[in-house]
């Protein structure tokens, strides 16, 4: 039988993101596979270096749309390392909040993801109405629901508005609720134990050789965690577990995504309870209003995302503008090798199932 060549993305309802994979098949087995990445956001680390220092702010968060407030606390936490500035107090904890905020935002938007090649629609209908529950406080918050350029340099941009805190409550309580009906109607799910289990496995000697981090490398037992590992922000000061799975497969990594969120509501009710009263920024490296200076310097700043380690790499000559910036994208290693590696043998209708339940996010890749 000779090989046929298929286009699996960017316009496929399996396809997660403007995001293509270049199929070889024979039957409906993968033989070869390339990823397409630069469909639409692409060459961010160049473009950064045009850009004033808060001009990147509006740049950044596209990197990875589904998580974009990762960016933002990277990009402010390595520029604070050069100039060594001391973020205030409450602002930490804000953003402590905003990030757990954009990591359940995130989780709820893969179990979307998953429904569509699986055909369990509902799933789809129902995480995508309750993260637009997420989104609306981040409306309020910032003024916007998917772009917020309210990480800064610094601090964060404003304070939280009056009875924001009770709203976010609130809907922690809802997703809490929630969430049994999500693995009762989901998780438990014939069709999606059929489709996932053993699927799009992956051991843990594979994610270390790769550098796959998050629930990637959670799936298969090991606990890693940058939140943990190397806390930043004051995720030192709040309890928290890391949960784990060990079968590595497709079905092991969606099942962790629940029990994450339940953590993420964990660490967010810690955060409100523990936040203090005070300013939420300070003044940043010279110069007034967009054109500030940073010192000359280098930091590597990281933090946990739903796909694991983000990392900010710049490098400041003293300038109006980053001398060098180099993004660590959380997907890199399972978008590009492990497409290229760890699909081959796979059937064409499992290529969505790695995409989603390892979190793929096509800008990561082609930076």
């Not at 033989?31 to 469909?39: C, D, E, N």
């Not at 804000?94 to 979307?112: D, K, T, Y």
């Not at 629609?121 to 637009?132: E, G, I, K, Q």
């Not at 009770?166 to 999606?192: A, C, G, H, S, V």
Request: proline share 7%; glycine share 10%; aromatic share 8%.
């Amino acid at each position: 039988m000779g090989e046929v060549k298929l286009f699996f993305g960017p316009n496929h309802p399996g396809m997660h993101g403007n995001f293509s994979v270049h199929m070889y098949v024979e039957g409906d087995i993968v033989v070869k596979a390339r990823p397409l990445p630069g469909f639409l956001h692409r060459g961010f680390e160049k473009l950064m270096e045009r850009r004033l220092w808060y001009q990147n702010l509006a740049l950044i968060p596209r990197i990875c749309v589904p998580e974009p407030d990762i960016n933002e606390a990277c990009y402010a936490m390595a520029i604070e390392k050069i100039a060594k500035v001391e973020v205030p107090e409450r602002a930490q904890w804000i953003r402590m909040i905003v990030l757990e905020l954009a990591r359940i935002a995130n989780h709820l938007w893969s179990f979307g993801g998953i429904g569509g090649p699986l055909g369990m629609y509902t799933s789809m209908f129902w995480s995508v109405a309750d993260r637009d529950k997420v989104l609306d406080i981040f409306e309020e918050l910032t003024g916007a629901r998917i772009y917020h350029m309210y990480i800064i340099p610094g601090g964060v941009r404003k304070d939280l508005p009056p009875k924001l805190e009770e709203k976010i409550l609130k809907l922690m309580d809802y997703l809490e609720q929630r969430l049994p009906e999500y693995e009762t109607f989901i998780l438990k799910n014939r069709i999606l134990h059929t489709r996932l289990k053993g699927i799009a496995k992956i051991d843990t000697e594979t994610c270390l050789r790769l550098g796959v981090t998050g629930i990637g490398l959670r799936a298969t037992g090991v606990p890693y965690d940058i939140r943990k590992v190397d806390p930043y922000l004051f995720y030192d000061k709040v309890e928290f577990e890391i949960p784990t799975a060990t079968e590595g497969d497709a079905l092991a990594r969606i099942s962790l995504k629940p029990k994450e969120i339940r953590q993420s509501i964990r660490i967010i009710r810690q955060a409100l309870e523990k936040m203090p009263s005070g300013p939420v920024n300070t003044k940043i490296g010279d110069g007034n209003g967009l054109r500030i200076r940073v010192p000359k310097g280098m930091a590597y700043a990281r933090v946990e995302s739903t796909r694991g380690e983000y990392g900010y790499l710049v490098v400041s000559n003293g300038g109006e503008t980053p001398y060098r910036v180099a993004v660590r994208g959380a997907s890199y290693p399972q978008g590009l090798y492990g497409v290229e590696h760890l699909l081959p043998g796979t059937r064409i209708d499992d290529v969505p199932i790695w995409l989603d339940t390892m979190g793929v996010c096509a800008p990561e890749i082609d930076r």
